[in-house]
Structures are given as C-alpha cells and as structure tokens.
C-alpha cells in the first residue's frame, strides 16, 4: 500500500471530507467521515512509527480570535492545535472574520484559496454555498469584504416545518416558478413572509404541486438575498463555489437577472487549497 504523506480534512455542509494524500501528491483515498469524527476514523492512514499530518479547514470550534481579519488573503498558512493521539499533528487553517459588518467565515476560505491558485489574476466576486452563504469581494488576491446569509438553513428549517411540510418538498426545478418568485421578492421585498404563506395556501385551494411549492420558496429565498447582496454581484465577474444542488440555484438565480455566474465544485477547490498550505508548512 502507498504511504501516506498527510490527510485533508474539510468539514462541508453535512460531514467531514477525509482525503488522504500519498508520498507522490495522489489521493489514495477519499470518503466522508462521521460528523463525531476522531482520530480512530483515521486509523488506517496514520502510521504508529511517526506522526501524521492532518490539515483541516472549516474546524468547528475554532476561537474566534484565530479568525483573520480582512483584508486579508483567503490563506496565510495554518496553526498547530494539540490532539490527544500522539498519531497526528493536526494543522488548521483559520477562517476569517470581519468588524464592521460583524461577520465569521469557516471553511469557505480555503475553496477561494484553491479557486485563486488556479487563477491567480481573479478579480471579482466569490460565492460560496454551504451551511451559510458567503458573498466574498476579491481584489488583487485578497478577500477585501464578504457578506454571510443563513439561506440554505432558512431553506431546510421552512421546508420541514409547518405549513409548508408537505407543499414544499424538493423535486424537479419548476423553473418558471423559480424565476418568478426571484423576480416578484426582489421588485417588492416586503412581501416576502406573504409569499412564503401563499405557497401552502395555494397547495390547498389550488392543488399546486410540491416541487412547485418547493420552486417557488427556493426562488422567493434566493431572490431576497440577491436584494441583498447586489453590491457584491451587480456588474461583477461572479464565480459560485458548492457541491449539491443548492449552488445551482444560485446560479439560476443570477441568470434570471442577466448575469452569467460560473459554477464550480467547492470539495476539490477546498482539497486545492489545503495542497496550498501544505506547501506552505513545508517551507518553514
């Protein structure tokens, strides 16, 4: 069996991503981890004659005050945490953080330092889809404000939860109901609560269809923080990070408002950013 030289560890939106890297750069394998992970989900890969390096990126926990203050680059090397498994040597990128508006980002800056490894000239906007959205301006290689939404937990909490349980359920993008509702929140915000009732109103007097209902509270989300967030996409070259279907979304979100936004996968991006510091650690 190939050796292994260190392991990335990227908690995402539902779980851990374990990668484990070989001696020669490959990835000799990858899989997602319990939520509760320990050193004992590693224990295959890590070696009882000497240390593992386990970089990780979106640690939960971290102290806020080993988040990085922008403007910033989205890295700038990792620290050491102590772990109890004399196995591992854990190294943790650190996310970033903002005064004024107060904000936290956690693992979505290693995807946009993986992003601008590849495409060190980028000049635009990043935004990342997770357990949060991060809306991240860029400029000359550094994160120089971002603007975070709870959108995808709003998404997840009304779906499941009264009266729109059973009216809203996922299904096939009805993608005239998704613009629409993008369109009407933007044009009249305050309508919004309102909107979110008629959907479950409508599956009751109407018969609308679930995955209709569904469009319609994705799109009437989506479409409000876009009324947000302009100042970050509004004639901006604008790059989507996320795995799932929610970025795609996003995406379509932004084509009903003329912009063209590309969309790329967030877990390799991330795997590219925590090389990067891994490239960083053995310069020092």
Not at 170 to 182: I, K, M, N, R
Not at 236 to 265: E, F, T, W
Request: aromatic letters at 6%.
């Amino acid at each position: 069996m190939r050796s292994t030289e260190w392991i990335g560890l990227i908690w995402g939106a539902d779980y851990p991503m374990v990668s484990v890297i070989a001696t020669n750069g490959e990835v000799i394998a990858k899989h997602a981890a319990p939520v509760d992970l320990s050193p004992s989900s590693l224990a295959e890969f890590l070696s009882a004659q000497a240390p593992t390096p386990v970089l990780c990126a979106g640690l939960p926990g971290m102290p806020t005050d080993m988040y990085r203050a922008v403007p910033a680059t989205p890295m700038a090397g990792t620290f050491q945490m102590d772990t109890p498994d004399p196995r591992v040597v854990l190294h943790v990128v650190p996310g970033l953080r903002q005064a004024k508006p107060a904000d936290l980002m956690l693992g979505c800056e290693t995807a946009m330092a993986g992003l601008l490894a590849q495409e060190p000239d980028f000049d635009g906007v990043i935004c990342t889809v997770a357990t949060q959205s991060h809306w991240s301006h860029i400029s000359a290689g550094e994160v120089v404000s971002f603007q975070s939404y709870l959108t995808p937990v709003l998404a997840s909490t009304l779906a499941s939860t009264s009266p729109l349980t059973g009216c809203a359920a996922q299904g096939p993008l009805d993608e005239t109901a998704f613009a629409q509702a993008v369109d009407d929140v933007m044009a009249r915000p305050q309508s919004f609560a309102a909107t979110l009732a008629h959907i479950s109103a409508d599956a009751a007097l109407h018969g609308a269809r679930e995955n209709v209902g569904w469009s319609r509270l994705m799109g009437t989300l989506i479409g409000l923080e876009l009324s947000g967030a302009r100042p970050y996409w509004l004639g901006q070259n604008v790059v989507i990070l996320g795995d799932g279907d929610l970025p795609a979304l996003y995406k379509a979100a932004l084509a009903s408002q003329a912009v063209q936004a590309r969309l790329m996968p967030r877990d390799d991006l991330s795997l590219a950013g925590l090389r990067q510091a891994w490239t960083q650690i053995n310069k020092q």
